[in-house]
């Protein structure tokens, strides 16, 4: 159950005072007040430390409530939760999946009256103290099943939002919607019965074709990067939608958004290949994830290397979402050459499109890692393996 003695002023200020120690060791110890275990309180403290990089507004609040870690592992970024309250309003809207409530606290500043399901009693609970410390007044908690909520409802949502649960009875992943809890493709036409609008969360590893496979009326496909890592996708939902679906991508950088779009319609649109050139790019994350590499092209006034190896290439510096170089040099991939080449030599190695790992060029080439030089080991268009060395633009 939960311990609100874990926000007395006293303890709060020691939990402040130890954020930084050695969690183990504070374990050890025991705790020193009598209302609340050290378990109890070592909850908190892993909380603070996930909150304040994850989600600083409630970091900020010393009132906020934490759950067991891995609620907090399966909770959204306040990036990723502020970019999804972005691309949805209304007068009525529903969370099917609330768990700690991060999504639901953000999307619901867009909304009048905003519903929270949550199956879990204790979370549901923590949830609940949270909004009202953070002063979440429209939010309404049901602890339900979010599929039964909705289809008992006697009225109808501007949209409905759900974040399935991607682990099966034994804890183990799942990545299929359908092995999710709930089953969103079995429900869907009972939740669209509710409402015309669907944002549904998955998993950053879900192929987008089997995901469009099992879905329907599919209006928007959101793939969100972090530091050039995907976090989520987000699939917009329409009822009764026709036609190709928009690939939208984002990746933030610290002080920066690189954002593409494009269209499943023209996925396979034909680009250029050539010889490299001045500049070398090299897509983010995010639009790696999209497939939308010849739209991305046409889109930057680039052209591409060859078919597979997904590097771009111009004379004049270009705006491109991704990271961007000066090319030095450029040599054929010739291992007895490149080893007096390499000799003492350390860079960032990438590869793209080529039959050897990083670790094993490394090793070959007794090349250590850092430094200023970055070397792409990739194929051109006529088919040869070559060598880009680069700087950082």
Same mark, same amino acid.
């Given at each position: ?12 200020? !020691? ?6 120690? *050695? ?85 619901? +500043? ?7 399901? %949550? ?21 309404q908690i049901a ?14 949502? *501007? !949209? ?74 987000? !699939? ?9 679906? $928009? ?20 996925k396979n649109v ?31 006034? $680039? ?43 350390k860079g960032n190695? $990438? $590869? +793209?499109?080529?039959? %050897? ?37």
């Open positions: 159950m939960l311990n609100k003695g874990i926000l007395k002023p006293e303890i709060k200020k !020691w939990i402040k005072q130890n954020l930084k120690k *050695d969690l183990p060791g504070l374990i050890l110890k025991g705790s020193p007040f009598p209302e609340v275990t050290i378990q109890e309180i070592a909850i908190q403290i892993k909380g603070l430390k996930v909150a304040e990089k994850k989600y600083p507004t409630f970091f900020q609040n010393t009132n906020v409530l934490y759950p067991p870690k891995l609620n907090l592992e399966q909770t959204s970024s306040e990036i990723t939760a502020k970019y999804k309250a972005a691309l949805i309003k209304g007068d009525n809207g529903i969370d099917l999946t609330g768990g700690l409530g991060i999504d639901t606290y953000f999307i619901s +500043r867009n909304f009048k009256h905003f519903k929270y399901c %949550e199956r879990n009693a204790e979370l549901a609970r923590i949830a609940e103290h949270n909004f009202k410390v953070l002063e979440a007044k429209n939010i602890i339900e099943d979010g599929i039964k909520a909705i289809k008992d409802h006697s009225g109808k949502f *501007d !949209w409905v939002y759900a974040d399935p649960a991607r682990r099966d009875n034994l804890g183990g992943k799942v990545f299929k919607l359908g092995d999710c809890e709930p089953d969103i493709p079995k429900n869907l036409v009972s939740i669209l019965a509710k409402s015309p609008n669907l944002m549904l969360k998955t998993s950053p590893v879900l192929d987008i074709s089997l995901g469009l496979n099992e879905l329907k009326y599919v209006k928007e496909i959101h793939i969100i990067a972090i530091g050039n890592e995907v976090k989520e996708l987000l !699939w917009i939902i329409e009822k009764d939608f026709r036609g190709e679906a $928009t690939l939208n991508t984002i990746n933030f950088e610290t002080g920066n958004e690189q954002i593409f779009s494009g269209s499943l319609a023209d034909s680009s250029d290949y050539i010889l490299p050139e001045k500049y070398l790019y090299e897509p983010n994350a995010a639009i790696m994830k999209s497939g939308l590499f010849d739209q991305l092209a046409l889109q930057t006034g $680039t052209n591409k290397l060859h078919q597979h190896s997904h590097l771009y290439t111009s004379t004049e510096l270009k705006k491109f979402p991704g990271r961007k170089f000066e090319i030095v040099d450029i040599i054929d991939y010739k291992p007895a050459q490149l080893k007096r080449y390499f000799k003492a030599r190695v $990438t $590869t +793209r499109n080529f039959p %050897e790992s990083v670790e094993s060029l490394r090793k070959r080439f007794k090349l250590k890692d850092g430094g200023s030089d970055y070397i792409f080991f990739t194929t051109n268009k006529h088919d040869e393996k070559i060598v880009i060395f680069c700087k950082k633009v």
